[in-house]
């Protein structure tokens, strides 16, 4: 995964776009992500810092012509107001979409494939959910990891990374 940093930063709670200076403190950990097949729960990666994903994975099987949603909490334990995020784009037989926003109404998709920088204060947290769509060409037994970063927007820099894993199944 290439890392790329943008200009503007992501206010995911608020709709649109807001240029903002990117300001940071060390001291890790910065961040902490979660993810849960659910919005209400289950969410996994409590205190969990791991640049592999390991004890921070999800799973679902899903047909082809299916999608299947994850959802993760980024928390900003503090030392800086803004993380950078970065997430896994497309692919053939895949296609992922990031949400965010009230009600998930807002597609963040580019700008966090690109890497973009979230505006988050100390003790706040987002949650984005990721929309993952098998297109009918993924063969039954492929998988798709989504994989999810967020890092502080200055060095020294921590890392947290959570996965979506996606597996092809048969259709009923």
Not at 44 to 70: H, M
Not at 141 to 156: A, L, N, Q, W
Request: hydrophobic share 35%.
């Amino acid at each position: 995964m290439r890392l790329l940093r943008v200009s503007a930063m992501v206010f995911i709670g608020v709709t649109g776009l807001i240029a903002a200076p990117a300001a940071s403190s060390p001291g890790p950990p910065n961040q902490d992500n979660r993810i849960a097949p659910t919005p209400d729960g289950g969410y996994l990666g409590e205190e969990i810092y791991t640049e592999t994903g390991v004890g921070q994975t999800v799973r679902k099987d899903a047909p082809p012509g299916k999608t299947v949603r994850f959802f993760i909490r980024v928390m900003n334990l503090g030392g800086s107001s803004a993380i950078h995020l970065e997430g896994t784009g497309d692919s053939k037989c895949f296609r992922v979409r990031y949400w965010g926003g009230p009600g998930y109404g807002t597609n963040f998709t580019s700008l966090i494939v690109a890497g973009t920088d979230l505006a988050n204060s100390p003790g706040h947290t987002e949650t984005v959910r990721i929309d993952v769509r098998v297109r009918t060409c993924a063969p039954v037994g492929r998988i798709k990891v989504v994989e999810f970063d967020t890092s502080p927007v200055k060095p020294p820099a921590d890392f947290d990374r959570v996965r979506a894993r996606v597996v092809v199944v048969p259709g009923l």
